[in-house]
């Protein structure tokens, strides 16, 4: 307070010396008053100096305040939030973070992007309370978080895969064209592509989505990671494994690589995952072949048969034609071609058939069949079987169950027929019959109409027969045909 005093009455002084000075009057002051003026210019030469001391040390305070917040001024670090410690210069921060960077990626072997968030708040700091390099440094390595930026497997748009590096993601899509590429060495393929768009970007993910590179690999090519397999057993085809699974042989084949699985032996391990994969590789190739050219059928009228009859008079023969053409492939499937070039070189043969022009004789019945034994089991159906042919249907049943007609008409036989054991046989008109065959017991005699659904017989096991069953046939002029194609339709 005595300092402020001080410095003001000095500039009070000051301005009034500066005052007289500019009037003019110092001379007529000084020789009227000679020994007070000296009095009083000695007072203010003192004045004057105390003032320019004192305005000196303000200046060396204030630049001495100046050069202490200079040298103090430092930065407060937070990571994720948390007081690390303070530091001068942001860059030692950086430092250390690009140092910890590099080190787990040495030990990850992959790409990394640091998650924390890092601040600085502008502070002072003396030099003693300043962190070192070693103190931020374990601080940050404690609370380190990192993704990693892992190269991706995209699909039309959509991530399937994620790998660590660049160099596994290449060799991943080389891997899946593999098994092209020693067609296309040999100059069998024109071009090798993916049929999807196929891109590998870069994206920051967890460490715990990475994919296994063989895990992955089997994604890709079979649209998913299960396993089922068949271990083949003594008597197997591949027809009666694609059965056994609900599967077409075609994709039994196509679950094993593609295999045409010609031989097979028990003990044999097939893989039954058909594959749906993510990528399909397109291949491009042009191939000559000979494709078959379908004979046509001409009808010649005649009046000796009925006119839902047919028999050939000549047959006819398919033709034969050379083709080049581009054929695009996906997985080796041909998906589609583009023929270049055709060249016929065998004209085809055309069929010659007669056909009726009489009307069939009248039905007896509803024109419909039904089942003759409704509760009974179906044991063998209507054609190829143990290296012959079954002409007719199987039903199973216990000795005794009735069997009933299939629809109106009259018995034709009844009785023993060789194989057949004991049998009924009913003309329905129209051309059509139905054999009743293996019976036990039999309660129609021929010349009887029956009407459909009647009581004819009973389920046995006579003649050649394996287990009690009734042998349902349905013949057309003589003819047999498949009774399951008939049963509950009108078949006149």
């Known amino acids: ?76 670090v937070y990571f994720d939030g948390n007081h690390v410690g303070d530091v001068r210069d942001k860059q030692a921060v950086e430092d250390i973070l690009t140092e910890l960077k590099a080190s787990i990626q040495r030990s990850s072997h992959s790409e990394i992007a640091i998650s924390n968030t890092i601040e600085y708040v502008a502070s002072h700091t003396e030099d003693e309370d300043l962190a070192t390099h070693y103190e931020i440094m374990t601080r ?22 994620r790998l660590k590096t660049l160099d596994e993601a ?31 970007v870069q994206e920051e993910v ?27 057993e003594s008597g197997e085809n591949v027809w009666t494994i694609a059965s056994k699974y609900g599967i077409t042989v075609e994709e039994l084949r196509a679950a094993n690589n593609g295999s045409t699985l010609t031989l097979i032996y028990p003990g044999d391990e097939l893989s039954l995952i058909v594959p749906k994969p993510f990528i399909a590789v397109q291949t491009i190739e042009v191939a000559v072949f000979e494709e078959s050219i379908p004979f046509e059928t001409e009808y010649e009228m ?22 080049e053409a581009y054929v695009i492939k996906e997985n080796g499937i041909e998906v589609s071609r583009e023929v270049l070039n055709e060249t016929v070189t ?18 007896k019945g509803t024109g419909t069949f039904v089942n ?18 079954h002409q007719g249907l199987d039903i199973g049943s216990r000795i005794g169950t009735p069997i009933k007609a299939a629809d109106g008409g009259t018995v034709i036989y009844a009785g023993w027929f060789g194989d057949y054991g004991y049998m009924v046989e009913i003309d329905h008109g ?41 042998h349902f046939e349905v013949r057309k002029y003589g003819s047999t045909v498949n009774p399951q194609s008939y049963i509950g339709t009108q078949y006149r």
């Open 430 to 470: 129209g051309g059509f019959t139905t054999r009743y065959a293996h019976c036990s017991q039999l309660y129609v005699s021929v010349g009887e109409n029956v009407y459909q659904g009647k009581t004819i017989a009973a389920v046995g096991n006579t003649g050649w027969s394996t287990g009690p069953h009734v």
């Open 372 to 389: 003759p034994l409704p509760s009974g089991t179906i044991t063998s159906r209507y054609g190829a079987r143990w290296g012959g042919f």
């Open 302 to 323: 005649v009046s000796w048969m009925y006119n839902d009859e047919y028999s050939t008079k000549s047959s006819g023969k398919n033709g034969i034609k050379e083709v």
């Open 170 to 200: 290449k060799k991943i899509l080389e891997d899946i064209k593999a098994p092209y590429k020693e067609l296309l060495e040999e100059g069998n393929i024109l071009d090798l592509s993916f049929a999807e768009e196929v891109e590998i």
């Open 206 to 232: 967890s460490k715990y989505q990475l994919d296994d590179y063989e895990q992955l690999l089997m994604y890709l090519q079979k649209g998913t990671t299960e396993e089922k397999t068949h271990i083949v």
């Open 1 to 76: 307070m005595d300092k402020a005093r001080l410095l003001l009455s000095g500039i009070k002084k000051n301005q009034l010396v500066q005052k007289i000075v500019s009037k003019g009057s110092v001379k007529k002051f000084l020789s009227s008053h000679y020994s007070v003026s000296l009095s009083i210019l000695l007072v203010l030469t003192l004045t004057v100096l105390t003032y320019s001391h004192v305005l000196n040390f303000i200046n060396v305070q204030a630049l001495l305040i100046e050069e202490q917040e200079i040298a103090t001024r430092s930065f407060e």
């Open 346 to 363: 065998q004209e085809p043969v055309t069929r010659i058939m007669y056909n009726g022009t009489q009307d069939p004789p009248p039905k």
């Open 140 to 161: 940050i390595r404690s609370q380190i978080e990192y993704n990693i930026l892992a190269y991706c497997i995209k699909v039309d748009g959509e991530i399937i895969g």
